[in-house]
C-alpha cells in the first residue's frame, strides 16, 4: 500500500494491537509493532516468559476481501517463520467464505473487522475502561480515553519506527501515569472553581479527540499534529518565557520589592493556568505533563519568595528547572517522530 492507504493501514495496524494488548486475557510480556527481528511479513509480534511468540500480520483494504487472497496472505505468513501462533487480522469488507473462517493451516483468522477508525478507536477505549476498572484506578469519561488511546497510537509508532519491544509493566505504568495525571489535572479544574459540565475541562478533552488519523484528501497524519504542535507552543511559550525571565532576574541577585515578588508569583500561576486550559496534542502529551509539574514548582518557588523563605525558593526552583529540561528533551523526540 502507498499513500492514504498505506497510512490507514498502519493506523488499524497500531489500533489492532492496542485492542489486543488492553485484552483481560491477552498473555504477553513484550509486544513490538513491524520487529526488526521477524519476518517482513509479521506486522505485530507478542513475546511470552515461556518463550512462547505469537505473530500477527494485518491486511486492510477498500475492496472486498475474498478467499483466494486470503488463502495466499495466511501461506505466506506461515512460511515466513516459525512461531508458537499465527495471527491474520483482516479489516474491511469481506465475501461470506472468508468471513466464516476461523482458520487456514496453522493461521487463526479473527472475525474481520470494519474499515472504520472511530470505530475501532472506540472499542480501545471500550477495553481501556475495563483495565481502568481491573486496576482500580479512578474512572475516567469515554472522551477522556479516547484521548489515552490516540495517545498511545502516537507512542507505539514511536517504538514501530525501529522495531523495538514494549514490556507489559512499562506499558502499564505508561497508561497508570497519564491516567493518573489526567484525573489530578481534571480535580485542579474542580478546585479552581469551573464545572466539568461548563467548558474549561470538557473544552480540552474534545479538542483532543479531533488529534486523529483522517481519510480527507491531501491532509495527513503528520500535517494535523504538526499543526497542533506548533498551536500548542504559540500558547504555552509566552507565558514560559516570563516565568523564565523572573527566574534570571532573582538569581542574579540584588534587592526585590514585595511588588515585584508578588507579579513573579502571579506570572508562574498565569503560566500553570495556561498548561491547565491549552490542547495539547497527543504526541505533546509526555512534554506537557513534565512541563506542567515544571509550572508547579515554579509557582511554589515564587510563593516562597514572595513569603522571604530563601531555602524553599532554591529547592523548588531546582525541582522547576530539571521537569524543564525533561520537557524539552521529550519535546525535541516528539518532532523528531514528525522529521
Not at 520537557?327 to 517522530?337: P, V
Request: charge should be neutral; proline fraction near 3%.
Amino acid at each position: 500500500m502507498s499513500g492514504n492507504s498505506g497510512m490507514r493501514g498502519y493506523l488499524f495496524q497500531t489500533v489492532v494491537s492496542l485492542l489486543s494488548a488492553l485484552e483481560d486475557n491477552e498473555k504477553w510480556d513484550y509486544l513490538a509493532l513491524e520487529p526488526t527481528s521477524e519476518s517482513e511479513k509479521v506486522d505485530i509480534a507478542w513475546y511470552s516468559s515461556d518463550n512462547t511468540i505469537k505473530v500477527s500480520q494485518v491486511k486492510s483494504s477498500q475492496n472486498q476481501i475474498n478467499l483466494p487472497i486470503v488463502r495466499t496472505w495466511a501461506k505466506e505468513l506461515e512460511d515466513s517463520l516459525r512461531a508458537s501462533q499465527y495471527e491474520l487480522i483482516l479489516i474491511g469488507p469481506c465475501s461470506k467464505e472468508v468471513a466464516s473462517l476461523e482458520k487456514l493451516g496453522s493461521v487463526i483468522i479473527p472475525i474481520p473487522k470494519s474499515l472504520d477508525v472511530d470505530s475501532l478507536i472506540e472499542q480501545a477505549a471500550h477495553r481501556l475502561d475495563r483495565y481502568i476498572e481491573a486496576r482500580g484506578l479512578p474512572r475516567v469519561s469515554a472522551l477522556t480515553r479516547e484521548i489515552i488511546i490516540n495517545a498511545l497510537i502516537t507512542k507505539l509508532e514511536n517504538y514501530s519506527t525501529f522495531g523495538s519491544k514494549i514490556s507489559r509493566r512499562d506499558f502499564c505504568n505508561l497508561l497508570d501515569e497519564w491516567i493518573t495525571t489526567i484525573i489530578r489535572a481534571r480535580n485542579d479544574v474542580i478546585k479552581n472553581g469551573s464545572s466539568l459540565s461548563g467548558m474549561k475541562f470538557d473544552d480540552w478533552v474534545n479538542a483532543l479527540i479531533k488529534v486523529r488519523f483522517t481519510n480527507r484528501e491531501n491532509i495527513t497524519q503528520k500535517d494535523i499534529l504538526t499543526q497542533n504542535l506548533v498551536e500548542w507552543i504559540n500558547q504555552v511559550q509566552p507565558a514560559m518565557k516570563i516565568t523564565q525571565s523572573a527566574t534570571h532576574r532573582v538569581t542574579q541577585g540584588g534587592s526585590l520589592s514585595k511588588e515585584e515578588r508578588w507579579q513573579f508569583y502571579s506570572d508562574a500561576k498565569k503560566l500553570e493556568e495556561i498548561l491547565d486550559d491549552v490542547i495539547v496534542p497527543p504526541i505533546a502529551l509526555d512534554s506537557h505533563f513534565a512541563l506542567r509539574e515544571s509550572a508547579r514548582h515554579y509557582r511554589r518557588a515564587f510563593s516562597y519568595l514572595y513569603n522571604s523563605n530563601c531555602d524553599g525558593f532554591t529547592e523548588e526552583l531546582e525541582l522547576a528547572t530539571a521537569k524543564t529540561k525533561e520537557s524539552i528533551q521529550l519535546f525535541e523526540k516528539a518532532k523528531k517522530h514528525l522529521a
